[in-house]
């Protein structure tokens, strides 16, 4: 089993948690992982001490409309 810990990002009035990705990240396994473009803004689903978190692309995200994995494990040192 591994903990997961609650960090804060930017949150809205039903708690949920959002990050702004800093950096571009193409992963190599886009059928697990999401594709990442600087400046889009993600729902944080999971948040744990390891590198990776769970996320989805908000409603309005650019990505969705690049029929790109919508949900999916990113690095957490390439969102703030």
């Avoid at 930017?10 to 800093?22: F, L, P, R």
């Avoid at 689903?45 to 650019?62: I, M």
Wanted: charged residues 20%; contains cysteine.
């Amino acid at each position: 089993a591994h903990s997961t810990t609650t960090i804060s990002r930017s949150t809205n009035s039903t708690n949920t948690v959002y990050a702004t990705c800093i950096y571009d990240f193409a992963p190599e396994y886009p059928e697990t992982y999401m594709r990442l473009y600087q400046g889009e803004r993600i729902i944080v689903l999971e948040q744990n001490e390891h590198e990776w978190w769970k996320g989805r692309y908000t409603p309005t995200s650019a990505s969705l409309r690049k029929n790109q994995l919508t949900e999916g494990l990113f690095p957490k040192a390439f969102v703030t």
